[in-house]
């Protein structure tokens, strides 16, 4: 069964940067275009980006361009999300999304 696992976040200050990564199994990753989403407490979800299934093309969201970098390692079946930059606005739980299937999601915290 598909499995997609986030890991990578945690409390950063305002300007710092985290990678996070989600390990998927269960599919052909590298079949699948991915996508990052978050969830800002109390707020609704918001896409954040997209990749290919080959890597070639990325889509971000206006929130995202020029801090946020996405990749995958198809070898090694897992996606990743460049962070820089770092806003408090963007503290919120980071999904890894495939289709109609989530991770367990990853807490960021953007604070002082």
């Known amino acids: 069964q598909v499995q997609l696992v986030e890991s990578g976040g945690g409390l950063v200050q305002p300007g710092g940067s985290l990678r996070l990564s989600c390990a998927a199994s269960g599919f052909t990753f590298s079949n699948y275009a991915m996508s990052w989403v978050r969830q800002a407490p109390g707020k609704g979800l918001e896409w954040v980006s997209v990749i290919n299934s080959g890597g070639g093309t990325t889509y971000y969201a206006e929130s995202a361009k020029g801090r946020f970098t996405i990749s995958r390692d198809n070898a090694k079946h897992t996606l990743y999300l460049q962070m820089n930059s770092l806003r408090p606005e963007d503290t919120a739980v980071y999904y890894c999304?495939?289709?109609?299937?989530w991770g367990q999601g990853t807490q960021i915290t953007v604070s002082s």
């Open positions: 999304r495939l289709g109609g299937y």
